[in-house]
Each structure stands twice: as C-alpha cells, then as structure tokens.
C-alpha cells in the first residue's frame, strides 16, 4: 500500500467529518467504515459556546489520524494562513491544500495552489492538494514539494462521480510512484471502487456518507468497496476487448444437428 | 480599546493576545490565533500587543470535508 509521507494508512477510504445528522451517527459511520483518515476544518470560535472544543475530543477518542483542510479559501494568503493556523491546532504536518476559484463549481485555482504549496512545503509541510487531473499542474505541484496528488473526480459534494476517466488514467499512467488520492465528487460505492480499480491509492469522500439516509450502512458500504476495488487493481484486471469471446469452450461440443 | 473578534465588535481591557483570550472566554480552550490576517503562534501569543481597531481571529477545529 502506498505511503503517504511515510505513513501507512489502516484503510484507502479518507473520510470527512461534515454534514452528519449527530456526533454521535459520525462516530458511528467512521466504525463501520473503518476510515483510515479522519477529514476536519477550522472556524471562528466562540468563547461563550465552545463548540469546537467537544467536536475536537470526539474525534481525538476516535484514534484516527486527522488530516486538516483549508476549505472555503480563495486565495494564497488566506490559505497559507489557515494551514499555519491548522498545524498548530491539530498538532499535524498535514495539510489538504484547497484553493478554490470558482464559486459555483468550487474548481481549484490551480495557479493559486501551485504558489500556497510552495510556501507550505518550504515550511515543513505534508500538502495534500486538491488539484484537476492536469498533468502540467501536477508536475508543478510535485516541483514544489508536494509528494501527494488530490485531483478531483467531480465537483465537491456533486456525487457525480469519476469525470474524465481517461484524464485520471492517465494521470495514474504520468505518475506511477506517487500516491493519488481521488478527492471530491463520489457519490456511490462503485465510484470509490473504480477509482480503487484503476489504481488510484486513497478515496476522499464527506457527502456521499453523511447525506445517505443511513450513513452508517452507507459508510460500511463504502469500506467494503474500496477493499473490493483495491484487491481488484491488484488482481490485475482483464483487458476489455470490442468483440464477444465465449468463455464456455467450443471443444467437445455435443454435434445435436 | 475595540477590537473585532471574528467579525464582530468588541470591547477588550486586555493590551495583549493572550490576556484578550483569557478575558474573552477561550482560557483552556484549543485554539489558533491570526492578528490582522497574520498568524499569531500561541508561544507568541503574550508578546503580541493589541491596538485598536486590530482584527482578531480565534478558531478552533470544526467538522469538514
């Protein structure tokens, strides 16, 4: 399995905290799924009201590693500032670098996020960025130190699921040795099993789980699927092929005429 | 002196970061601190003086995606 700057993950499925009906159906969902990351955010605190302070035990008692985000950032500074923020508050190198340009499709601004990750990395930090399937983009971002790609499949919470399968083919194709993390997009378990069956290393999924009318069996649905579609890249699949071929042997056929 | 907490205006007695939180409820608490859009690390927290007007953002960890 691959390595995400040095560490070994328990499981493929990247798992966000958003969105549950309860604390209490998230901790349920991330059990059944058997994430092997934990996806969380920062937001102004109140000193009357707390609220970050029980969401933060609740996911320290789960035992996962955190992976902390820079969401709703639209620029360099503003996400520079946040992943320094988030270092110091979740204790963690990590960073899933967003750099969103567009408003309604939540796109990346990719140039914007080529020059955050290069100050991040310069910094000490393990980005994670969330990216398209451009290979030139990629190639920038693994220039400035990124060791982790996150492009997307589709829109943030769109469910639409893999895109541009081609594009993320051949991106696995570009960058054999680095780990790739389908991040945005996945709407169904077979979405994750696909990205898992064409070789991608990790899915990162939030809405697909916590807006299912039962999360916590969506979520099972989930960690089964990415087993399921890794042990398949492993199997080494068949090559598909235009034309009918009988699996049944034509040898030995009863002549019945 | 007033300053803007997340937004919001508010009256501090407190000349520096770390005081502000104590005064403002978040003593304990897990916290990260930006002044003016710039990050104020917590060991930096009782050097950095507070001026009027100054913008003070506190952020904890929340749920996301």
């Given amino acids: 399995m691959a390595l995400f700057y040095g560490q070994e993950l328990s499981s493929p499925l990247m798992l966000g905290t958003a969105l549950y009906p309860s604390p209490a159906i998230m901790v349920e969902a991330f059990r059944a799924s058997g994430a092997g990351v934990a996806t969380v955010s920062l937001r102004r605190e109140s000193g009357a009201g707390r609220s970050g302070q029980a969401f933060w035990s609740i996911v320290r008692e789960m035992g996962i590693p955190v992976l902390p985000n820079t969401a709703g950032c639209h620029t360099v500074k503003e996400a520079v500032t946040t992943a320094r923020m988030a270092r110091e508050l979740f204790g963690t190198r990590w960073i899933k670098l967003e750099v969103i340009g567009h408003t309604d499709t939540l796109q990346p601004d990719v140039f914007g996020l080529v020059e955050a990750a290069g100050i991040l990395c310069d910094e000490g930090f393990e980005v994670f960025p969330y990216t398209t399937e451009d290979l030139i983009v990629g190639e920038r971002l693994l220039d400035a130190g990124c060791k982790v790609l996150m492009p997307w499949g589709a829109p943030i919470g769109s469910g639409l699921g893999l895109n541009n399968l081609q594009g993320l083919r051949t991106m696995r194709a570009q960058f054999p040795d680095v780990p790739l993390v389908i991040d945005a997009g996945i709407g169904l378990p077979s979405h994750a099993a696909q990205a898992m069956e064409i070789g991608f290393d990790a899915v990162l999924l939030n809405t697909a789980v916590a807006k299912a009318g039962d999360p916590v069996a969506m979520a099972r649905a989930f960690g089964l699927a990415v087993a399921a579609g890794r042990a398949a890249h492993i199997a080494d699949p068949m090559e598909p092929s235009d034309m009918a071929s009988p699996s049944t042997p034509l040898i030995g056929k009863a002549f019945l005429e | ?65």
């Avoid at chain 2, 502000?20 to 897990?30: C, M, N, Q, R, S």
């Fill in chain 2, 1 to 65: 002196m007033k300053i803007v907490l997340n937004g919001d205006s508010q009256s501090v007695r407190a000349a520096t970061v770390l005081d502000a939180l104590d005064e403002l409820g978040f003593g304990g608490a897990t916290v990260a601190t930006a002044l003016n859009g710039a990050f104020v690390p917590a060991g930096a927290r009782a050097a950095t003086m507070l001026a009027e007007g100054d913008h003070l953002e506190v952020v904890a960890p929340m749920q996301g995606g």
